[in-house]
């Protein structure tokens, strides 16, 4: 390559580059502390079986409007199948949604807890995800575990979550 191609080359590489650096996320202290806050209500909420609060934190009263999706790995589908052979790693459910999943820890017998580790977050003030592992606990025992990632969105009302992908895996002791 010419030498003034090698220039352009890099001079092209750094301008691409630069909006995407200059655009990352800010994370401002106010901003993770009121997402770390939302994180929080999250996860007292099914404790507490706070169904206002935990329905309070999406950004729509109408379930359909918030993506709630999981994905099992390949062992829990191979289980499942056994049982159910039209079960898929993904697929969509309009049943599952946040307010059937607040439903059903309310009406249940035995107590619920989503412990969160690895937590992550990226926000520019505006709009913000976090991500992190979690274990879902029922009567203290674990039933499943995975990576869970959310989007928010800053409202007049406060961060609110648009969505929700998790992955689900099986306990060790039940693969």
Wanted: aromatic letters at 10%; one cysteine or more; hydrophobic letters at 40%.
């Amino acid at each position: 390559m010419r030498p003034e191609c090698k220039i352009l080359a890099t001079a092209a590489s750094i301008a691409f580059a630069l909006p995407f650096a200059a655009s990352a996320g800010h994370n401002e202290a106010k901003d993770v502390a009121a997402i770390q806050d939302v994180v929080e209500k999250f996860r007292t909420s099914i404790i507490q079986r706070d169904k206002p609060t935990f329905t309070g934190l999406f950004f729509s009263e109408k379930p359909e409007r918030v993506t709630w999706q999981f994905v099992v790995d390949d062992a829990r589908l191979a289980r499942v199948q056994k049982t159910k052979p039209e079960a898929r790693k993904a697929r969509h459910l309009a049943k599952v949604n946040y307010l059937t999943f607040i439903d059903s820890i309310v009406s249940s017998e035995k107590s619920s807890e989503e412990v969160f580790s690895d937590i992550r977050i990226d926000t520019d003030g505006e709009v913000g995800s976090v991500d992190f592992d979690y274990q879902f606990l029922a009567d203290g025992k674990q039933t499943n575990w995975g990576r869970e990632k959310w989007h928010l969105l800053r409202t007049e009302a406060g961060w609110k979550i648009i969505s929700v992908i998790w992955s689900v895996h099986d306990p060790v002791g039940d693969r």
